[in-house]
């Protein structure tokens, strides 16, 4: 698993050409494993990239780790896509924003915008349609608590205020049936 390191202010001291530092915002670097034959990131590993920046929003939403067992309730990915728009190479650092961009009682849309920090570009988009489970046995969908998805309402409200970048034109609306 990559090291890295999270950020959820604009007190973190960073360029913020390279996402709106209101947007929680996690560093990491492109690793050896990650490099393919042409001698850049393996398309396979921007769904990875965003593994760990989106666990910790959950916990910083309260809707994590601490959630999941006080509540026996998580979420589950129903769907992602990524969508490639400058390469990334070996050891490039990489800052990932993430935003939520659409929230109804039972499901949350969440887009993260990978960037080349050093070079200051956005490398790609990814998105993730996420639903809201009882754990069970077995799992099932239901409503989110009335105080989560209050929470969460105000942060969609924030990021709602905050442009989109460059390129998200290019994302399909996850969750619908085309």
Known sequence: MPRSETNHSADAGLDTCLGDPRL?????????????????????????????????VHD???????????????NFVLESQVV???????????????RITGLDDKRMHLLFEIHNE????????????????????????????R????????IHAVHATIPLPPGAERLHRLGTRR
């Open 24 to 56: 929680p915002q996690h560093r990491l670097r492109v690793l050896p494993e990650w490099i393919d034959g042409n001698r850049h990131m393996n398309a396979c590993y921007y769904l990875a990239i965003v593994k760990e920046p989106a666990m910790a």
């Open 147 to 154: 105080d989560l998805h209050e929470r969460l309402c105000q």
């Open 84 to 98: 490639h728009l400058r390469e990334l190479l070996l050891d490039d650092p990489i800052l990932v924003t993430t």
């Open 60 to 74: 910083e939403w309260d809707y994590g780790t601490a959630f999941r067992a006080r509540t026996n309730q998580s």
């Open 118 to 145: 050093q070079e200051g570009y956005l490398a790609a988009l990814a998105q993730y349609l996420v639903i809201h489970v009882h754990m069970g046995p077995p799992p099932k969908v239901q409503p989110m608590p």
